[in-house]
Antibody, heavy 123, light 107 residues
């Protein structure tokens, strides 16, 4: 059974940093692209960023709203994806979801989602 | 960025009704479109990918159609568990973008 478990959320002051982890199980982690999405309280879904598998270069893509502040990485040996969030703003407050792509070659659809972890940015 | 516009923003329907939700892209996205269902307090669930492919385990009352700029999600016979918010998402190019959501409510 595929499982994605996010951790690392919490309350953080504006300007500070936080690192989220997504621990995966039930599949060969290194074969799949991973993405992060978020949802502000009472709002719609927003894509945050994406990391390709090593087979496709392991490169990343980011939303403009987080580019330069957030970094996605992966540790295939531990089956963990990370979202490093720096210079946090109040508007980054959201539930953050980790997702896995639908396939190893079709990487564009998020078929598995974690339960989400809440990040609250407030002084 | 590609803008996705969903309509309606909400719909009131009864069990057994046919419900149709539309999604329009600001430019052509071929068939790079997904539909997600989100129940309150839960993570989104992939229903349809590649515009018309039913994700494994999703009931056949859900169907998707369209290509280019205009897409449709249809629920053929609404069930109690289908009352939720539905989002379309384009995956044609980065940044991936979502429609604003359609809330399906009980009439």
């Amino acid at each position: 059974e595929v499982q994605l478990v996010e951790s690392g959320g919490g309350l953080v002051q504006p300007g500070r940093s936080l690192r989220l982890s997504c621990t995966a199980s039930g599949f060969t982690f290194g074969d799949y692209a991973m993405s992060w999405f978020r949802q502000a309280p009472g709002k719609g879904l927003e894509w945050v960023g994406f990391i390709r598998s090593k087979a496709y270069g392991g490169t990343t893509e980011y939303a403009a709203s987080v580019k330069g502040r957030f970094t996605i990485s992966r540790d295939d040996s531990k089956s963990i994806a990370y979202l490093q969030m720096n210079s946090l703003k109040t508007e980054d407050t959201a539930v953050y979801y980790c997702t896995r792509s639908i396939g190893t070659t079709v990487t564009t659809f998020a078929v598995y989602w974690g339960q989400g972890t809440l990040v609250t940015v407030s002084s | 960025d590609i803008q996705m516009t969903q309509s309606p923003s909400s719909v009131s329907a009864s069990v057994g009704d046919r419900v149709t939700i539309t999604c329009r892209a600001s430019q052509g996205i071929s068939s790079w479109l997904a539909w997600y269902q989100q129940r309150p307090g839960k993570a989104p669930k992939l229903l349809i990918y590649a515009a018309s492919s039913l994700q494994s385990g999703v009931p056949s009352r859900f169907s998707g159609s369209g290509s280019g700029t205009d897409f449709t999600l249809t629920i053929s016979s609404l069930q109690p568990e289908d009352f939720a918010t539905y989002y379309c998402q384009q995956a044609n190019s980065f940044p991936w973008t979502f429609g604003q959501g359609t809330k399906v409510e009980i009439k």
